[in-house]
């Protein structure tokens, strides 16, 4: 390198530590001609509906799998994208036994009764152990998306409980984004506040986590096993702000990168919502601002969107007429938008010549199958990020748990989770290393 620069040039601020990203300028030139093995960032993106699908035309022929299959009629606007993607059949979550919960328990496989005496019990979702593993280095150890149907109560989103699909490692939930626009500012656009007020603030917050952290172990003596069992909980609820709080220090001097994309319209609802959540992942992914994507995607607004005349939840309890159409022209929607972000994420280029998507896994899908069924829930895998076989159709033995394959996408991208929800064991068949 005749270059002064070295990638012993770091961003500094607030005391720590930032490398600089891979510039051309620095030698990364020599990754796109083979010289040096690049590794690139692995990426997770976490697409959750409610409803579920309309299973008579959302579902491959069961009887063709691998490569030699024909995509459905649901799934048909993704014939571009067949040879980077799978579909795989017969995944459950043998605890779930709500209908219409399409999203509560669906990246956790957490049992709700397992803790005597509650009505309701969760554990973390995958996608926040992925971020503990792979998003350690970026602004944002996740992103939450919550979209949509801001009128409407869980039982017609079809989501059931939570703030998101995310669950925390205390089992509670996460809130996530409402707006593509609140998403834009909150990672593109600067601060007003001043640095040293804003560095004052998070000093402020520290001291009174400091304060009520000393008066709750201090309220800890002589409290009966079941009050322990509570404050352990909130300690834990208290270790997790300190983290935000470390975080949001780490990157207080480091300006926010420039936006490559539009800043979107204030307010946007069911489809073209969906549309500029992508592009926001796609945006957020390409200035490595994080890693890992969740989003409850929007039912009812989606379906006003797209011209339907039915309610999401009567739709979702179609027969033939005009209920299953809509319910077919809600898969196909769906799918010609999840075709878009594909697209995006292929467009865009990484140092070593590579895709986007040749390092981010997509996992699009549902704990619900169809109208009350949870068995077999739907699930399609794409992009290269979990190094999983691509292209495929798979069937697997009726009701594997879908935690193996939660399991499986963590070993992918290289975090070597021993277990995840009620996972029996990774699906060695899906990974490309097996």
């Known amino acids: 390198m005749k270059t002064a620069l070295s990638r012993r040039h770091f961003l500094r601020a607030a005391g720590s530590l930032i490398a600089l990203p891979a510039l051309e300028s620095l030698g990364f030139r020599a990754f796109a001609s083979g010289k040096v093995a690049a590794v690139r960032p692995k990426r997770m993106i976490f697409l959750g509906f409610g409803f579920g699908v309309t299973q008579e035309t959302w579902f491959p022929d069961m009887n063709r799998t691998g490569a030699d299959y024909a995509l459905s009629e649901g799934l048909a606007p993704l014939a571009r994208h067949q040879k980077n993607l799978t579909v795989i059949q017969n995944l459950t979550n043998k605890y779930s036994q709500d209908a219409h ?185 390409q200035t490595d601002s994080t890693r890992v994507f969740t989003y409850r995607q929007p039912v009812g607004e989606f379906v006003k969107s797209i011209g339907a005349k039915v309610d999401a939840h009567d739709m979702s309890h179609y027969a033939p007429g005009e209920r299953m159409e809509v319910s077919q022209m809600r898969d196909q929607a769906q799918s010609e938008l999840l075709a878009g972000l594909l697209d995006r994420l292929q467009s865009i280029q990484e140092p070593d010549g590579s895709s986007l998507l040749d390092h981010t896994c997509v996992a699009y899908g549902s704990n619900l199958r169809t109208v009350h069924s949870l068995e077999n829930c739907p699930t399609l895998i794409a992009g290269g990020g979990a190094s999983i076989h691509l292209g495929q159709h798979v069937v697997l033995p009726k009701n594997t748990p879908l935690c193996n394959l939660w399991l499986t996408l963590l070993h992918g991208v290289g975090v070597q989770a021993e277990r995840h929800g009620d996972s029996t064991g990774v699906l060695s068949s899906l990974l490309r290393s097996a």
């Open 101 to 285: 919960w399409g999203s509560t328990f669906w990246l956790t496989g957490a049992n709700r009764f397992a803790e005597p005496g509650q009505s309701f019990h969760n554990s973390i979702s995958v996608d926040q152990v992925a971020a503990a593993g792979i998003s350690q280095d970026t602004r944002f150890a996740s992103i939450q998306l919550n979209g949509g149907d801001p009128d409407l109560g869980d039982h017609h989103r079809g989501h059931g409980p939570g703030l998101s699909l995310a669950w925390d490692a205390g089992g509670k939930p996460i809130a996530g984004y409402n707006s593509p626009a609140v998403l834009f500012h909150s990672l593109f656009s600067e601060d007003s506040m001043p640095l040293a007020k804003r560095q004052a603030l998070i000093a402020q917050d520290r001291s009174v986590l400091d304060a009520v952290l000393s008066d709750a172990k201090q309220l800890q003596r002589g409290l009966t096993k079941t009050d322990n069992d509570k404050l352990n909980e909130y300690f834990q609820s208290i270790r997790e702000i300190e983290t935000r709080i470390a975080k949001d220090e780490q990157w207080l001097g480091v300006p926010k990168p420039k936006a490559p994309i539009e800043e979107p319209p204030a307010k946007m609802r069911g489809k073209e919502e969906v549309k500029l959540m992508y592009d926001l992942m796609a945006a957020a992914f």
